[in-house]
T-cell receptor, first 116, second 115 residues
Framework: GAGVSQSPSNKVTEKGKDVELRCDPI?????LYWYRQSLGQGLEFLIY????????KSGLPSDRFSAERTGGSVSTLTIQRTQQEDSAVYLC??????????????FGPGTRLTVL | DQQVKQNSPSLSVQEGRISILNCDYT??????FLWYKKYPAEGPTFLIS?????DKNEDGRFTVFLNKSAKHLSLHIVPSQPGDSAVYFC??????????????FGKGTLLTVNP
């Protein structure tokens, strides 16, 4: 498909385990974003990748969270030693090169993470 | 503190009538505003946007109004259709020292359009 894809769609894990969430952005999009949506909340910015620039990690809630983007395409969000408060829908988005000040971001369907 | 607020968690309207979704913001540095629509089990999809230099932007049945002095924007859908039933998120950008990629989202409003 031509859209942003994410896997898995659902993930149930036990507290203390590590999880990896994957995002495949739209082909040709150089900017990639991770957000999470906790129950009853809006989307919360986590991290931003743009080309080969250093990522903006300012939204990561703790050092248990990390993300990487290999080859300027696929991204993986890793949560170590998961806690129950990590339960949320994790959304990935991509956009074309930030040629102007403004951009519309294209979202994937999300990964619903449940930490028991 | 929530910088983008959607104070109505839900809204119900009759098919054919106007839907008005409201959004307030507190950060005067925001200079671009977007509305996203989200169906269950899908990611948000971009609907319409407006720059702070404008007060209105129209796209078909969707119009966004911006009142900068009141730090308020609204999305009008007319006529409303049952397929418009979804969660609508208001988002803003432009507050990060010139980095406009961060979107700050409201909590969303669930719109139900009844046939």
């Amino acid at each position: 498909g031509a859209g942003v894809s994410q896997s898995p769609s659902n993930k149930v894990t036990e507290k203390g385990k590590d999880v990896e969430l994957r995002c495949d952005p739209i082909s040709g999009h150089t900017a990639l974003y991770w957000y999470r949506q906790s129950l009853g909340q809006g989307l919360e910015f986590l991290i931003y990748f743009q080309g080969n620039s250093a990522p903006d990690k300012s939204g990561l809630p703790s050092d248990r969270f990390s993300a990487e983007r290999t080859g300027g395409s696929v991204s993986t969000l890793t949560i170590q030693r998961t806690q129950q408060e990590d339960s949320a829908v994790y959304l990935c988005a991509s956009s074309p090169a930030l040629a102007s000040s403004y951009n519309e971001q294209f979202f994937g369907p999300g990964t619903r993470l449940t930490v028991l | 503190d929530q910088q983008v607020k959607q104070n109505s968690p839900s809204l119900s309207v009759q098919e054919g009538r106007i839907s008005i979704l409201n959004c307030d913001y507190t950060n005067s540095m925001f200079d671009y505003f977007l509305w996203y629509k989200k169906y269950p089990a899908e990611g948000p999809t971009f609907l319409i946007s407006i720059s702070s230099i404008k007060d209105k932007n129209e796209d078909g049945r969707f119009t966004v109004f911006l009142n900068k002095s009141a730090k308020h924007l609204s999305l009008h859908i007319v006529p409303s259709q049952p397929g418009d039933s979804a969660v609508y998120f208001c988002a803003a950008s432009g507050d990060s020292g010139g980095s406009n990629y961060k979107l700050t989202f409201g909590k969303g409003t669930l719109l139900t359009v009844n046939p």
